[in-house]
């Protein structure tokens, strides 16, 4: 909660950096405010400033509002020295049902999002959007909002195009570090979604990313999430993987190489006779899915995405899980997240899960269903498949 830029800075410095940090203020602020609060501190295009879409609101001058914040506080307080578990629920209802009414009141008041389009030397040089973000407010809700609404992936690929120039010779990780310092860049709510962006544009042909276990342009690079951050962006080149008349080897064939009725081309086999190389082999076919809430929306998106590839093998699955919750009652979460802890309390988790082998769109159904269950969680699943060369896409 803002009161004064410089301890809300104070604040913000005590959270992760490398995530998003929401700042809620009281009211709408003045350019000096705004331009205060962003002065200095680290990772700053992280920082979401949201304020009070009524002109008229102002949280800390409410005396209702201040009341129901003392009796929550108070009540929080004295669920963990209740002497009963009857005492102990009358303090959570009294805590929920203040808690419930300061959120009423600022959805009253609406929230908007503050977009800086340009930091100044000085406050009258910002350039500012103010961006209502109608009935939203829980945090969940705005953190989508934001991201599908003003930050999809296509605008942050459209403004990784137009900034390609300063990129060239850049691995994936420094690009990333450069959305979560410049202001006035798309805002990166999910971590992903810049190598996402960079993935998309590979694929196209629009750049390339060279590693040296995996080097790709036309195609997603067969790299792990810390190599695919350690990955060199450079202009578009010719990837051996997708060239026309290379051997396995990503070497051209000799001038006089025969080729069979089919266009494959032949080779020796190992008692001298012609064996040919079949161009019906199986390749590799990338499907994703968007961002999905909770398990069973995520299970919906994937029994889509798969019912377009019938004849697929999926032999690889990465399930990417973000989850953020304040003053939540920790004894509903998965015990293998927070252990032996229960009570009210702040969580937030960005985990990875991946598995190999050989998979039926069933058994990927099965296996969505089986993840961690963060009902507020944001879930997506991407999937490697391979099908005959003539189907693939």
């Known amino acids: 909660m803002f009161r004064e830029a410089e301890q809300a800075k104070a604040e913000l410095r ?55 914040a003392q009796r929550y506080i108070a009540a ?8 009963t578990a009857d005492r102990k629920r009358q303090f959570e209802k009294i805590g929920k049902d203040d808690k419930d009414y300061i959120l009423r009141a600022f959805k009253n008041a609406g929230l908007s999002f503050v977009a800086f389009q340009q930091y100044g030397e000085k406050p009258s040089e910002d350039v500012v959007e103010v961006e209502p973000l109608g009935n939203v407010y829980s945090m969940q809700d705005v953190r989508k909002k934001i991201r599908d609404q003003f930050f999809p992936v296509q605008l942050l690929e459209e403004h990784l195009r ?11 990780r420094q690009v990333e570090q450069t959305y979560k310092e410049t202001l006035g860049y798309p805002i990166v709510i999910f971590d992903p979604v810049v190598r996402e962006a960079l993935v998309n544009l590979c694929k196209e042909k629009t750049l390339g990313l060279r590693h040296e276990r995996d080097s790709a342009c036309g195609r997603k690079p067969q790299l792990s999430e810390a190599e695919l951050a350690d990955a060199v962006i450079e202009e578009p080149f010719e990837d051996p993987q997708l060239s026309p008349g290379l051997d396995f080897t990503g070497n051209t064939p000799p001038a006089d190489t025969p080729l069979t009725e089919g266009g494959g081309t032949t ?7 012609q064996q040919e190389i079949d161009e019906t082999a199986s390749e590799p076919v990338y499907i994703e899915t968007s961002f999905a809430r909770g398990v069973g929306e995520l299970r919906q998106q994937v029994a889509v995405r798969l019912a377009e590839y019938e004849d697929a093998e999926i032999r ?9 919750k304040k003053n939540s009652d920790l004894g509903s979460l998965p015990s293998g997240i927070r252990g032996s802890l229960s009570g009210l309390g702040d969580i937030t988790t960005d985990l990875t899960v991946s598995k190999s082998g050989s998979f039926s769109k069933a058994e990927v159904e099965q296996i969505v269903e089986s993840l961690p269950s963060f009902p507020e969680g944001d879930y997506k699943a991407e999937i490697k498949a391979v099908l005959p060369q003539e189907e693939a896409v």
Do not use: C, M
């Open 162 to 172: 137009d900034h390609l120039g300063d990129y060239q010779g850049n691995r994936v």
């Open 316 to 324: 690889e699955l990465v399930f990417r899980i973000y989850y953020e």
């Open 267 to 273: 080779g020796e086999a190992g008692d001298g006779e």
């Open 76 to 83: 929080t307080d004295l669920q963990t020295t209740a002497s």
């Open 14 to 68: 005590t959270r992760d950096s490398k995530r998003p940090r929401f700042v809620l203020a009281p009211r709408q602020l003045s350019p000096e405010e705004r331009h205060d609060l962003y002065f200095g501190i680290p990772n700053r295009n992280l920082v979401v400033l949201l304020e009070p879409r009524a002109k008229d609101f102002n949280a800390l001058e409410n005396q209702d509002i201040v009341k129901w």
